[in-house]
């Protein structure tokens, strides 16, 4: 019986599996940030629907340098028809947006999301789109069910380019996940507007909040 050394064999081995690992990429690729949010008339997507929601070109970063946009004029803002009866009234006390209203002349689902991708994609060109959030699970559930429910082209965003700003104040403040919400945020990365749960105000917002975590030498 022959014996072979396990070891001589992964030796002998090891320079061949190695010439086959194909090499990194040395190019950096571009991300474009879109600040989005969304008002809702429930707290999950499907028995309940979007509303209204917005997008804000927020700012692009090469791997080395972050630049912010001059202003927040470029952006998308759609109202939207609700997909179910289901909704919960406290959602629209929050909001504000007349349903009923919406249900008559909201915007079907299948065109708005058609034109938020094609918005998106022509924004970002040929960079990365990136979805940016405070935070970021909640807005991310929404317009990504809803890209792959009634968009032909699925998520300009794909299934994860996604930026969380409260991971990011948490990393940055050294403040836990649990105090690092909006009500927690140091002066200095305070916005200029105000919080008034109309999607596009809060996406602008946001917007101005996520540049200033990104630039801030903690």
């Avoid at 019986?1 to 001589?8: F, L, N, R």
């Avoid at 690992?21 to 474009?32: F, L, W, Y």
């Avoid at 349903?99 to 060109?125: I, K, S």
Wanted: hydrophobic share 40%.
């Amino acid at each position: 019986m022959i014996q072979i050394s396990v070891e001589s064999v992964t030796t002998a081995a090891q320079p061949n599996v190695l010439s086959n690992v194909p090499k990194m990429k040395s190019e950096r690729n571009v991300d474009v940030y879109f600040s989005a949010d969304i008002e809702t008339d429930g707290p999950i997507p499907g028995p309940y629907s979007i509303l209204s929601f917005a997008l804000v070109f927020a700012g692009t970063y090469d791997g080395k340098t972050f630049t912010r946009p001059s202003d927040y004029e470029k952006n998308f803002y759609r109202e939207l028809r609700p997909i179910s009866s289901d909704y919960e009234a406290e959602a629209l006390a929050v909001n504000g947006l007349d349903r009923t209203w919406l249900v008559q002349n909201g915007m079907p689902p299948e065109q708005a999301m058609r034109e938020a991708n094609d918005w998106v994609r022509a924004v970002a060109g040929d960079a990365d789109p990136v979805f940016v959030a405070y935070p970021l699970s909640f807005d991310w559930t929404w317009l990504y069910w809803y890209f792959v429910r009634f968009s032909d082209r699925g998520s300009p965003f794909g299934h994860s380019r996604c930026f969380d700003i409260k991971t990011a104040v948490s990393v940055k403040t050294g403040f836990p996940i649990a105090g690092s919400g909006r009500s927690k945020l140091p002066g200095r990365l305070l916005p200029s507007g105000r919080h008034t749960h109309h999607a596009l105000d809060d996406a602008i917002e946001q917007a101005e909040i996520f540049a200033n975590v990104f630039e801030w030498e903690a």
